[in-house]
């Protein structure tokens, strides 16, 4: 069982700069896929950027490649996503989730454990 927090999610001007948090608990990240959500108003959830630490691959969404970077920090058992040069169609609240392996790492249903979001507000 693996328990998911998010937190760093706020209000920037675009071009500005994000760092959010997910914090784990009752396993580590280290036998996990962790992913990256995000899901704007009226819209469809859409995937942003997954890392698989058994190997350290990463993959990321379209949108948000180049400008977003995902991390972790072993001992705080805690994924990062760093988030430069927002724009407002960032805008969303964003949702830590994982899984086991790196198989359809996009589709969100494959997904046992998530978090509860954490809004980011990106203003013109």
């Known amino acids: 069982q693996v328990q998911l927090v998010e937190s760093g999610g706020g209000l920037v001007q675009a071009g500005g700069s994000l760092r959010l948090s997910c914090a784990a608990s009752?396993?580590?990240?280290?036998?996990?896929?962790t992913t990256w959500f995000r899901q704007a108003p009226g819209k469809e959830r859409e995937f942003v950027a997954a890392?698989?630490?058994?190997?350290?691959?990463?993959l990321y969404g379209g949108s948000v490649k180049g400008r977003f970077t995902i991390s972790r920090d072993n001992a705080k058992n805690t994924v990062y996503l760093q988030m430069n040069s927002l724009k407002p169609e960032d805008t969303a609240v964003y949702y830590c989730?994982?899984?086991?392996?790196?198989?359809?790492?996009?589709?969100?249903?494959?997904?046992?454990?998530w978090g509860q979001g954490t809004q980011v507000t990106v203003s013109s």
């Open positions: 009752g396993r580590t990240f280290s036998d996990h896929v």
């Open positions: 890392a698989d630490w058994s190997d350290g691959r990463t």
């Open positions: 989730a994982a899984k086991y392996t790196f198989q359809r790492v996009a589709d969100g249903g494959e997904y046992s454990y």
